[in-house]
């Protein structure tokens, strides 16, 4: 089929774009009369794909007004622009467009209706101006203001048809999308909708975030469940399955440096990805795991370079590649303060020793705290019930911190760092290196159908 479509003009207008596959509470989504629709689906099960195509309809229907104006928004710009902007011009026909701001992110049509394309990390951008329909897509991962504060003000213009919304994305546990979500069959003007990932998407993309992903945040990201993160972060460690045995070194494999930049403690793992078969005692590993073999922690007055000089003394023997994982800002509360960045410390003491062999494999930018935990729970217990990372026991403060680091009571997943300010350290240092080496996948972007 192609986007459920009402009427004549509707159906002409729709009629060039790909057809989608018939699913019934998409096709609920696409015809209710709720001026509000709060919608949580699954990864790549089609939510943004109706989202834009009903927008650009409605946009191009629009002749109540010639100044009319349908956002597409998202909680970053950057990321509306991934989202939207390329999809959004091939769907708008072009005979309808009177003039593209390709630098703006806007389209205006002949009608003099404006359909931008904006991001919410600064929610003053659709303000002052009287907004007839927005999207607002990864709705859970924008401020819990947004809604209330900034756009339901601009959606209610006088002398104007009342202005329409749909608030949609992947739940990010129980927070203001989950509170909307849960409050909209007793507000008036609202309705709720909800579908599953497996509805839609290719058995074989299912397959693979089962192989790779928590079961927890399987079932939020893949059947939009408003997962309730509490208690324990590393909630799927257990020492017993993770931490039993003694860990083989492998010589002829490279080996991992893993930072997490502090004073007190000084901190850093050691880890290796090595085939499952390592292990042929194991029936519960997936191919190939990321095993910590050791580790580094100086409770005080430590530095990088004590951090480092440490590893060399333990592991200077490698002879394959070192390639180094870690916090991307360098430590701006550590010895970056003394002198250089505390990267540029690192490989001052690494670098003689290992020459070319030592490979720099920190990103620019950390990944967010919450896909960081997940892929940590990931590795630890997929959702097919493999594991992709073991602890050697002589990590015992590794250890005690997948046992111990919490999460902020009522909060959406965020780690409680005060809860005791000697943990957190080595597992934010794998988590940077397992985020890599075990990325979740398509689960990190948002996709249209198949």
Known sequence: MTAPATTRRQRRL????????????????????????????GRRSGKTELAIRYLVIQACLFTAADDGWF????PTRDQARGIFWTKLQRL????????????????????????????????YRIEGRPLDCIILDEYGNMRPTVWEENVMPALGTPGRPPG?????????????????????????????????SADIADPSVIANAKATMDPVVYRQEWEASFVNFTGLAYYNFHRTRHARDKLRYLPDRPIFFCYDFNYAPG???????????????RDDLADEITAALGEVYIPRNS?????????????GSHGRDVLLYGDATGGAKGSAKVRGSDWDLVRGVLRPHFGKRLKYRVPKANPYE?????????????????IRHLVDPSCEYLIRDYEGVSLVEGG?????????????????GTGYCLWKRHPLGSVLTEASYN
């Open 267 to 281: 901190t850093a793992t050691v880890m290796q990805d090595q085939p499952g078969s390592t292990y042929p005692e």
């Open 164 to 196: 329409r919304a749909w608030l949609i994305g992947v739940p990010e546990g129980r927070n203001h999308f989950f509170e909307l979500y849960s409050r909209a069959g007793t507000l008036p003007d609202y309705d709720a909708f909800h579908w599953i």
């Open 303 to 315: 530095t990088s370079e004590l951090v480092s000089r440490r590893l060399l003394k333990d592991w």
């Open 14 to 41: 729709a009629s060039a774009w790909p057809r989608l596959r018939y699913h019934p509470e998409q096709a609920r989504l696409w015809s209710s009369q709720a001026r509000f629709r709060i919608c949580a689906a």
């Open 71 to 74: 956002v597409l928004a998202a």
């Open 412 to 428: 959406s997943g965020e780690l409680d760092k005060d809860a005791n300010p000697s943990l957190t350290h080595l597992s934010d």
């Open 370 to 386: 919450r896909p960081r935990i997940n892929a940590v729970n990931s590795a630890l217990l997929a959702a097919d019930g493999r």
């Open 92 to 123: 708008v026909p072009k005979s309808a467009i009177r003039t593209v701001y390709q630098g703006r992110l806007e389209i205006v049509l002949k009608t003099g209706t404006t359909i931008s394309v904006v991001g919410m990390d600064k929610p």
